[in-house]
T-cell receptor
Framework: GNSVTQMEGPVTLSEEAFLTINCTYT??????LFWYVQYPGEGLQLLLK?????DKGSNKGFEATYRKETTSFHLEKGSVQVSDSAVYFC???????????????FGDGTTLTVKP | EAGVTQSPTHLIKTRGQQATLRCSPI?????VYWYQQALGLGLQFLLW???????NRGNFPPRFSGRQFPNYSSELNVNALELEDSALYLC???????????FGSGTRLTVV
């Protein structure tokens, strides 16, 4: 079945440092890929998405490229801020049919703390 | 535009009782998804409703059930509550899942 493996955290960085959070996946077909962010006490927010191979999703300085050959979707940001401190989830989109219908598969989440 | 709204925000129940959680999707979204986020277990898929029908469910016992109403809002019911049901229950909606979900802020269920 589908699965997502995310870089284990927690990750602690200084402000303005470069961020990479690794994400690899196993899937049948060609699912959409997503990064979500969860701030303390809140639900998840969609950060960016890519719907096909070689697509690059980007938002708020974050980027991730859908790499079919390496089955990866690593999250990057060139210069992190204190306000980026949160939990980041990589996810595979569900299909419209079969046992994965409607079911997104999430990684375990990576906690990022950015210190001033 | 209002986002996905969930109620109540917090719920405390005694073991063996029933809990009812509610979700209103974004206007125009016909699909509603329920996830359980238990400490240390990540997000586990519970249920998917679309156009009033249950389309898929995750690996949860039958005491987890729900429904979707004609206005696309949804209700999650958990019967015979157990201590391990304590978790954050997240509802999400989408127009087409391929483009991602919009999540609500969740209902924190505590079973004592």
């Amino acid at each position: 079945g589908n699965s997502v493996t995310q870089m284990e955290g927690p990750v602690t960085l200084s402000e303005e440092a470069f961020l990479t959070i690794n994400c690899t996946y196993t899937a049948t077909g060609y699912p959409s890929l997503f990064w979500y962010v969860q701030y303390p006490g809140e639900g998840l927010q969609l950060l960016l998405k890519a719907t096909k191979a070689d697509d690059k999703g980007s938002n708020k300085g974050f980027e991730a490229t859908y790499r079919k050959e390496t089955t990866s979707f690593h999250l990057e940001k060139g210069s992190v801020q204190v306000s980026d401190s949160a939990v980041y989830f990589c996810a595979l989109g569900g299909s419209r049919k079969n046992t994965n219908a409607g079911k997104s598969t999430f990684g375990d989440g990576t906690t990022l703390t950015v210190k001033p | 535009e209002a986002g996905v709204t969930q109620s109540p925000t917090h719920l405390i129940k005694t073991r063996g009782q029933q809990a009812t959680l509610r979700c209103s999707p974004i206007s125009g979204h016909t699909s509603v998804y329920w996830y359980q986020q238990a400490l240390g277990l990540g997000l586990q898929f519970l249920l998917w409703y679309d156009e009033g029908e249950e389309r898929n469910r995750g690996n949860f016992p039958p005491r987890f059930s729900g429904r979707q109403f004609p206005n696309y809002s949804s209700e999650l019911n958990v019967n015979a509550l157990e201590l391990e049901d304590s978790a954050l229950y997240l509802c999400a909606s989408s127009l087409a899942g391929r483009y991602g979900y919009t999540f609500g802020s969740g209902t924190r269920l505590t079973v004592v």
